[in-house]
């Protein structure tokens, strides 16, 4: 049975008493070897951690930079390149464990038998000579990406699993947890001029930076045309000013160092990225100033006030973290003017930093873009959703929100879900 996941697989290439590597294509049409721990395997203690941390180091060690992952997965799974070779093998006995090749010529339509079928395993995987060994401490430090693949998501992973005397002998699998005191400064304050995108060539992306601006002054012109054909007519009434009639709420005054790279890709919220469950440790915020909605964020987040006016709120959102070890960023509410159509949605999110990375539609009012990025040096998932949804009781599109966050690398499933959680509870 072939594993699920974004790919198209092809055959199976090998196994492991613990799990298996396939042949697959991607969605771009690229080949790519793919390693999948199997599920009953990943139930036991230690291993789902010891394949993820052994992931990690040979990124670190070596040139096997992955371009998916997903450990959160039922059966984890990550994906190499093919041109970097047998990626998922390398892999599998970096883990300790034997690896038997398929023999036979690959079907394209079936998957040969392995000679040796995997047999789950009870024990904890033990290093083989000479192997790397997982760097626990650094384990939410970046990974390196190929710049090619530069602009490809990197799907949910686990919490850092805790140091051990053993090497890869994973210890019990622990939740993720921030200090609860939040520290003085703002960890979060002024990213963008720290952050170095290494993302794929811009395309149009001036083009439709000062299509935004020329829709910006259309809009502006007609409506100060109109109140100068207003005040020059005599016999026209008064008009009284009413909330709909405030002006535009704080926009963006610089252009982004690095915007997304427009028009939007088609497509959709991606439905494999992780949610809010029972078993998670997390508190709703139902009193931030402005928001108009419950923020739900995982225990030891904080929410902190920094920008506000009329119709616009921004608010920082992260762990008590510093340095690598930060997960957050921007909350951002703000009016859009009325008639919020698509010209004045798409003028507002191109004014929007994305770090370069392509605008993807995940339906008819909300984009997001994902990006490996470079902050002081170590590289970050970084994660942008520009969406519109609707408050007040005409129930009309009327409002924007803006998520952009960043975090290491193996935690960008935690941006994930709170992204998700954002979408869900606007409905956008």
Partial sequence: MQPEGPYRYTHLLGGSPVGKAWAAIDDKGRLVTVA?????????????????????SLAQGSDMAY?????????????????????????????????????TSPSPTSAPPVSAPPQPVSGAPEPTSGAPQPQWAAQAEAIPSQPALASHPISGAPASPAATGAGLAPSSPSPLAAPADVAPRDPFASPVRRIT??????????????????????LASAGAVALLSRGNDATAPPVASTPDMAA???????????????????????????????????????????VGFPVKVP?????????????????????AASGNQ????????????EPCNEQWQNAM????????????????????A???????????????????????????????????????VPEAYQLRRFAGYIRDVTIF
């Avoid at 427009?262 to 709703?284: H, L, N």
């Avoid at 920008?307 to 920082?316: E, L, P, Q, S, T």
């Avoid at 902050?375 to 009781?393: P, T």
């Fill in 197 to 218: 995108p290494s993302g794929p060539p811009r395309r149009r992306t001036g083009l439709w930076i000062g299509a935004a601006a020329l829709a910006l002054v259309v």
């Fill in 349 to 368: 999110r191109a004014v929007e930093e994305a770090w370069g990375a392509q605008w993807i539609r995940s339906g008819q009012y909300g984009s997001f």
């Fill in 67 to 103: 371009t998916y992952a997903d450990f959160s997965a039922a059966a984890p799974w990550v994906a190499y390149p093919a041109e970097a070779g047998p990626g998922a093998e390398k892999l599998f006995r970096s883990l300790g464990v034997e690896y038997t090749p398929v023999q």
């Fill in 326 to 337: 930060l997960i957050g960023g921007e909350l951002i509410v703000r009016n859009c003017p």
């Fill in 36 to 56: 999948v721990l199997d599920a009953t395997v990943a139930a036991s203690e230690g291993w789902r951690e010891a394949f993820a941390g052994m992931v990690t």
């Fill in 370 to 408: 994902e990006q490996i990025i470079k902050i002081d040096g170590a590289e970050r998932h970084g994660l942008v959703v520009v969406a519109y949804f609707r408050s007040g009781e005409a129930g009309l599109i009327n409002r924007q929100v803006v998520v952009r966050m960043t975090a290491p």
């Fill in 248 to 290: 535009p709420p704080p926009m963006p005054t610089a252009p982004p160092q690095s915007p997304g790279i427009e028009p939007p890709e088609p497509g959709t919220w991606p439905t494999q990225w992780p949610k809010f469950t029972e078993r998670d440790q997390v508190q709703t915020l139902v009193d931030l100033e402005g």
């Fill in 299 to 319: 225990e030891g987040w904080t929410c902190t006030l920094v920008a506000r006016a009329d119709g616009y709120v921004k608010y920082n959102c992260g762990n």
